[in-house]
T-cell receptor, first 108, second 115 residues
Framework: SQKIEQNSEALNIQEGKTATLTCNYTNYSPAYLQWYRQDPGRGPVFLLLIRENEKEKRKERLKVTFDTTLKQSLFHITASQPADSATYLC???????FGIGTKLQVIP | SQTIHQWPATLVQPVGSPLSLECTVE??????LYWYRQAAGRGLQLLFY??????ISSEVPQNLSASRPQDRQFILSSKKLLLSDSGFYLCAFLAGGLASTDTQYFGPGTRLTVL
């Protein structure tokens, strides 16, 4: 069955370092992947979308890559800040069940 | 600009009582509308989606139902709540249609506790 997985449920990182989150998919070839941020008690907020023919997409301190050979998308936050602490979700398209996501904690 | 509203923000209901959660969208017409549930410590689970008035697709069989009486109104209902219905309910819309790569925009959510 089609599956989207994020490699860890929690990630702790020191402030100023680059956080890297992974999204893997199996039995599936999504045309694009979307990344969202969710804060506790709030709905997800869209961050970035990357298409299968794009290798990389950037937005300020955020960078997303899409490797269709590895069936993987990486989400990077450079110069991480405590305000970046949140749960990050990846989703292949609009009509799916999101995974648990990765809870990022940036430690001052 | 496009906005999405949900109410109530929080709700505490006894087991066996009915439920009605409402979602409305502004600034767009004929959006695709979605209801998700997020149980504590779990991912977002798609419950229903609608591509138009009166058109509802159910993703997960359960004691919940959805209706779309107007273009920009989506309602989630239950006749008798179960304990397992507790969770965070999110409404979302998509402006560009299922074939589009447009993003889903989520509402603020309703925290439902069934006692």
């Amino acid at each position: 069955s089609q599956k989207i997985e994020q490699n860890s449920e929690a990630l702790n990182i020191q402030e100023g370092k680059t956080a890297t989150l992974t999204c893997n998919y199996t039995n599936y070839s999504p045309a694009y992947l979307q990344w969202y941020r969710q804060d506790p008690g709030r709905g997800p907020v869209f961050l970035l979308l990357i298409r299968e023919n794009e290798k990389e997409k950037r937005k300020e301190r955020l960078k997303v890559t899409f490797d269709t050979t590895l069936k993987q998308s990486l989400f990077h936050i450079t110069a991480s800040q405590p305000a970046d602490s949140a749960t990050y979700l990846c989703a292949p398209r609009q009509k799916v069940t999101f995974g648990i996501g990765t809870k990022l904690q940036v430690i001052p | 600009s496009q906005t999405i509203h949900q109410w109530p923000a929080t709700l505490v209901q006894p087991v066996g009582s009915p439920l009605s959660l409402e979602c409305t969208v502004e600034g767009t017409s004929n959006p695709n509308l979605y209801w998700y549930r997020q149980a504590a410590g779990r991912g977002l689970q798609l419950l229903f989606y609608s591509v138009g008035i009166g058109q509802i697709s159910s993703e997960v069989p359960q004691n919940l139902s959805a209706s779309r009486p107007q273009d920009r109104q989506f309602i989630l209902s239950s006749k008798k709540l179960l304990l397992s219905d507790s969770g965070f309910y999110l409404c979302a819309f998509l402006a560009g249609g299922l074939a589009s790569t447009d993003t889903q925009y989520f509402g603020p959510g309703t925290r439902l506790t069934v006692l």
